[in-house]
């Protein structure tokens, strides 16, 4: 009777403990957001947000998902429907909203197994719509599903840089309307960053890199070229992917989140900016 006691007391630490640290998460995103938008949007856009995990599930996928809801609140951009089922994915589904935000959304061709669905997604962008992808959201496509490793800009390979470490990084873009966060042109930040294959520079605008030589670090890259944040064109569409976002504190940094934001914006015309290629400012 003891022993179950004690077991009951843990089990309600626990779950005090973990709401505590819920709220207190909370607390940090609703402090770092940007509050309501200076601009008026052209108009209430419709967001829905999909965050399940078909391969390594990200501890800081539901701190994401609190953050989207925080920004969705604070600055009235978009409205938010979140989901970790793909039932949505259809043309009928998808038709009543502007923008797709997968949010650590590993192996996504082992969640969408069928033509029609991947075929939805793709036209959904290529038709006119917006789609926003943060960090894991690059790791899926190639082979099995190459359409969307070139919709989104290229396919994760590994991560030579951790999450426990800090990196240098380089702003490439520092005049375009998604980097006015950034405070100078070179600033360095804790986070799992990516190395990619099937990534092409002529195919999209980086808009933050890594410094790789600065980090002390190989990767894949001849030209150490390692892309972070960029935007890009799908037919009619509007891409934006940022590679920030494995750890959960990423999710209440002011200056990322008001990044996010403008790549939002950038990806549904809500801000204006040029998609097309820079050349790479550093190489060896």
Same mark, same amino acid.
């Given at each position: 009777?003891?022993?179950?006691?004690?077991?009951?007391?843990?089990?309600?630490?626990?779950?005090?403990?973990?709401?505590?640290?819920?709220? %207190? /998460?909370?607390?940090?995103?609703?402090?770092?957001?940007?509050? /309501?938008?200076?601009?008026?949007?052209? *108009?209430?856009?419709?967001?829905?947000?999909?965050?399940?995990?078909?391969?390594? *599930?990200?501890?800081?996928?539901?701190? #994401?998902?609190?953050?989207?809801?925080?920004?969705?609140?604070?600055?009235?951009?978009?409205?938010?429907?979140?989901?970790?089922?793909?039932? *949505?994915?259809?043309?009928?589904?998808?038709?009543? @909203?502007?923008?797709?935000?997968?949010?650590?959304?590993?192996?996504? $061709? +082992?969640?969408?197994?069928?033509?029609?669905?991947? $075929?939805?997604?793709?036209?959904?962008?290529?038709? #006119?719509?917006?789609?926003?992808?943060?960090?894991?959201?690059? %790791?899926?496509?190639?082979?099995?599903?190459? /359409? @969307?490793?070139?919709?989104?800009?290229?396919? !994760?390979?590994?991560?030579?840089?951790?999450?426990?470490?800090?990196?240098?990084?380089?702003?490439?873009?520092?005049?375009?309307?998604?980097? $006015?966060?950034?405070?100078?042109?070179?600033?360095?930040?804790?986070?799992?960053?990516?190395? @990619?294959?099937?990534?092409?520079?002529?195919?999209?605008?980086?808009?933050?890199?890594?410094?790789?030589?600065?980090?002390?670090?190989?990767?894949?890259?001849?030209?150490?070229?390692?892309?972070?944040?960029?935007? +890009?064109?799908?037919? *009619?569409?509007?891409?934006? @992917?940022?590679? !920030?976002?494995?750890?959960?504190?990423?999710?209440?940094?002011?200056?990322?989140? $008001?990044?996010?934001?403008?790549?939002?914006?950038?990806?549904?015309?809500?801000?204006?900016?040029?998609? /097309?290629?820079?050349?790479?400012?550093?190489?060896?």
């Amino acid at each position: 009777m003891k022993i179950s006691l004690r077991i009951l007391c843990f089990s309600c630490l626990s779950v005090f403990s973990a709401s505590l640290l819920a709220v %207190d /998460e909370e607390r940090k995103i609703r402090q770092a957001m940007p509050g /309501e938008l200076q601009t008026v949007p052209s *108009k209430k856009f419709k967001a829905l947000v999909y965050s399940n995990s078909s391969g390594f *599930k990200h501890k800081s996928i539901p701190t #994401g998902v609190k953050a989207l809801k925080v920004m969705s609140e604070k600055t009235k951009l978009f409205t938010a429907d979140f989901t970790v089922t793909t039932e *949505k994915f259809t043309p009928e589904g998808l038709s009543s @909203y502007d923008l797709l935000i997968f949010n650590n959304c590993t192996r996504v $061709q +082992k969640a969408f197994t069928k033509n029609e669905q991947r $075929q939805a997604i793709l036209d959904f962008i290529k038709q #006119g719509k917006a789609f926003v992808g943060f960090h894991a959201a690059s %790791d899926g496509g190639t082979p099995q599903w190459k /359409e @969307y490793t070139e919709m989104i800009g290229g396919c !994760f390979a590994g991560h030579p840089w951790n999450a426990g470490g800090k990196w240098p990084f380089i702003v490439e873009d520092p005049d375009h309307a998604v980097n $006015q966060a950034f405070a100078s042109k070179e600033f360095s930040f804790s986070d799992e960053i990516y190395q @990619y294959k099937d990534y092409n520079r002529s195919k999209l605008r980086v808009l933050v890199g890594l410094d790789a030589i600065k980090s002390g670090k190989e990767g894949n890259s001849p030209t150490n070229d390692y892309p972070v944040s960029w935007v +890009k064109s799908y037919g *009619k569409g509007r891409v934006f @992917y940022s590679n !920030f976002g494995h750890n959960k504190a990423s999710w209440w940094t002011p200056f990322l989140l $008001q990044h996010f934001l403008d790549g939002i914006r950038w990806s549904l015309g809500d801000l204006q900016g040029s998609s /097309e290629s820079l050349s790479q400012p550093y190489k060896i």
